[in-house]
Every structure is written in structure tokens, then in C-alpha cells.
């Protein structure tokens, strides 16, 4: 079985494009009155690998890690450029990040979830390693704040594969177009 592995980038956004205040918070994200998990179960089956950078690893490991890593069932890798040693549940890594993820795409397995953080994401954009893009839309307003996508040199063109309604919440999802 060598099935095509795809990288993709699945999160919630405000409407207006923010995925946190300036001060971190999803406090606004909580109050959104959803369905069920809001589709998170069905995406988490899809993957088996997380990618993530230091800063949003850190947002986990205090807001909802404590000491248990929410995904433990899966290979989980953390960029960063310190250097810091690996835990039962994650691997810190800081290879060239194109090399890596081409490497990962070879592998057998199911999907590769790219979580985050802006910085990462400004990355994978630029250098086109993003293959789908789920967004699921919070019909909140935040004016400032933390953006989804950073301004940056990156242009892609999507396809819309689906739509989907969680109650309040709205999922796009888009196939980048190669």
C-alpha cells in the first residue's frame, strides 16, 4: 500500500483571519457554539504524523498538555532551533524543513498534520509543502490579533474540495493546485 501522503494544514480562524488574540487567547474560539467535536475525531483518523513549531508546542504543553501530550498516538515532531531533548511523545528537530517533509511524504502512512505556528506555516507556504487546507470558520470578529496567514512572498491557487456545517462553525476545505 503507497498511498500519496499529503501535508495539510487544518485549524480554526476567526472571520476575519485570526487564529488567537495578541494575547494568545481562544477564549473567543470556546464560545462558538459548534457540533459534536466539530469534525476534529473524523480529521485526527486521517493522520498519523503532527508537525508543529516551539512556540505552539509550548501553547499545548500549558493550555492543554499539563502532563499528559494530546498526541500521543501519532509521530509528533517540534521545529525549533534550540537544542532540546526528546520526550517519550515528541521529537525537537531542527533539520532543513523541505528536506524533512519530503522525506516524511515518502514514507508509508497516513497524512501529515501541519498544526502551526505562523512562522512554520509562513515556511511551508512559501516553499509550497502545503497540499490541502482545511480551515474551519468561527463567525467571531477579532480586529487584531495573531494572524492565519502571515503577509509573505508565497502565492497559491486552491480547489475547493467541500464544504461542511458544524452549528456556527463553517469548514472549507482546498486542494492546492499543482
Known amino acids: 500500500?503507497?498511498?500519496?501522503?499529503?501535508?495539510?494544514?487544518?485549524?480554526?480562524?476567526?472571520?476575519?483571519?485570526?487564529?488567537?488574540?495578541?494575547?494568545?487567547?481562544?477564549?473567543?474560539?470556546?464560545?462558538?457554539?459548534?457540533?459534536?467535536?466539530?469534525?476534529?475525531?473524523?480529521?485526527?483518523?486521517?493522520?498519523?504524523?503532527?508537525?508543529?513549531?516551539?512556540?505552539?508546542?509550548?501553547?499545548?504543553?500549558?493550555?492543554?498538555?499539563?502532563?499528559?501530550?494530546?498526541?500521543?498516538?501519532?509521530?509528533c515532531y517540534v521545529f525549533t532551533r534550540s537544542s532540546i531533548a526528546d520526550t517519550e511523545q515528541v521529537k525537537f528537530i531542527s533539520p532543513d524543513i523541505q528536506d524533512f517533509v519530503s522525506k516524511l511524504k515518502k514514507q508509508e502512512g497516513k497524512n501529515i498534520w501541519m498544526v502551526g505556528g505562523g512562522k512554520l506555516l509562513y515556511s511551508f507556504l512559501k516553499e509550497n509543502m502545503v497540499d490541502e487546507i482545511i480551515i474551519t470558520i468561527a463567525p467571531t470578529l477579532i480586529g487584531k490579533g495573531i494572524p492565519l496567514f502571515n503577509n509573505g512572498d508565497y502565492h497559491l491557487e486552491l480547489l475547493l474540495k467541500g464544504t461542511r456545517r458544524f452549528n456556527q462553525f463553517v469548514e472549507l476545505h482546498y486542494e492546492v493546485k499543482r
Not at 487564529?19 to 464560545?31: D, R
Open 1 to 75: 500500500m503507497n498511498q500519496k501522503r499529503n501535508v495539510v494544514l487544518f485549524i480554526a480562524s476567526s472571520l476575519d483571519g485570526y487564529i488567537a488574540t495578541k494575547e494568545e487567547s481562544l477564549e473567543w474560539l470556546f464560545k462558538v457554539e459548534g457540533e459534536g467535536d466539530n469534525g476534529i475525531s473524523e480529521f485526527l483518523d486521517t493522520i498519523d504524523t503532527v508537525l508543529m513549531g516551539k512556540a505552539t508546542y509550548d501553547w499545548i504543553m500549558e493550555h492543554e498538555g499539563g502532563n499528559s501530550w494530546p498526541y500521543s498516538d501519532k509521530n
